[in-house]
């Protein structure tokens, strides 16, 4: 296990006592080994889900000065550039403000390749193509290295608090609403979906990814979904329907051709169904005036969403 934490003047510092090889070296982040805790600003790695040992997810972490023991944990899910340490410094102002420690996993290319493994979380090893006999075990999902991640931050930085939040923006917000489809037990309390590309959407008569069909998600319980705290916001002008790895086919389209169409589609989609079978229904959606496609400010909004 390694620590790293944000500081190049330390790592000159530290020269006096130990080798800071080039290797180890992350821009403004500086390789600390052994440490046992998460502070300050860095990352570290992460191996200790043994279903997935092999993959090492980098924690980017910021921990204000002032914490205690239950200063609430946000996991910050980066979208398709696997940029999680630009994610973490997109909201590190945000945290010191409101006082929450971030956590902003990075599912590599590498480790988690396409959007099988990230956005649906390798449920299948061919999502866009569902079938029984390609679902990959739920204990290798990458959904279920949340919970695990979880209590390694809390361990780490002596944190006990029982539920955490989620944000999530583009592809980070299609992994987070999945999660909440997929692991209706999971410890968290809100999740912000930041402008999704597309959805999948309470719809069984449809497939998966699009829909409910052909996936476990056939026997969800819908009652227990929709009374999550979910809340959807998609920028005004996210509405660009060429726009670079925007996905575009039929099924897609299904939903609208482009980000904000679809936020309202998904959204009214469960809504509807909600009040048609009589069920609570606590979503919320949000335009954010003024904005298009762009992490930063959408992630400042979703923590004002959280915290104001």
């Known amino acids: 296990m390694k620590i790293y934490l944000k500081s190049i ?56 000065k002032s914490t205690s023991k239950n200063t ?12 999680a340490k630009e994610y973490r410094d997109a909201v590190i102002k945000k945290a010191n403000e409101f006082n929450f420690i971030v956590i902003a996993p ?7 390749p396409t ?18 006999e390609t679902q990959v075990s739920e204990e290798k999902w990458t959904f279920s290295t949340i919970e695990p991640i979880f209590d390694f931050a809390k361990e780490k930085s002596a944190n006990t608090s029982e539920k955490y939040t989620i944000i999530g923006h583009s592809a ?21 979906a930041s402008a999704s590309g597309w959805y999948t959407v309470p719809d069984f ?18 009652s227990n979904f929709f009374s999550k705290e979910i809340y959807l916001q998609v920028g005004e002008l996210d509405n660009n329907k060429n726009e670079s790895g925007l996905r575009r086919n039929e099924f897609a389209d299904a939903q609208g051709n482009n ?11 469960a809504k509807n169904l909600a009040e048609n079978n009589t069920m609570s229904f606590t979503w919320k959606i949000q335009t954010n005036k003024g904005l298009n496609h762009d992490f930063k400010p959408a992630l400042e909004k979703a923590v004002d969403l959280l915290f104001k």
């Not at 609430?72 to 940029?83: A, D, E, K, L, M």
């Not at 917000?173 to 997929?182: E, I, P, S, V, Y």
């Not at 980000?259 to 989609?269: G, Q, V």
Request: charged share 15%.
């Open 9 to 64: 003047s330390f790592c000159l510092l530290l020269l006096a006592f130990i080798s800071c090889s080039e290797s180890n070296l992350e821009t403004n982040n500086v390789v600390i080994n052994p440490s046992t805790k998460i502070e300050g600003t860095g990352f570290i790695e992460f191996s200790e889900y043994a279903p997935l040992a092999d993959k090492t997810i980098k924690l980017f972490f910021h921990v204000p």
């Open 72 to 83: 609430p944990i946000v996991f910050v899910f980066h979208g398709n550039g696997r940029n």
């Open 106 to 112: 990075e599912f590599s290319n590498t480790n988690f």
């Open 115 to 132: 959007g099988d493994s990230y956005n649906l979380g390798n449920v299948f090893i061919d999502g866009d193509n569902p079938s029984p």
């Open 172 to 192: 980070g917000a299609q992994f987070a609403l999945r999660f909440a489809m997929f692991k209706p037990a999971a410890r968290f309390n809100k999740i912000i």
């Open 205 to 222: 008569s449809v497939d998966f990814p699009y829909g409910f069909k052909i996936s476990p998600l056939e026997e969800i319980n819908l």
């Open 259 to 269: 980000r904000y169409a679809r936020a309202y589609y998904f959204y009214n989609k």
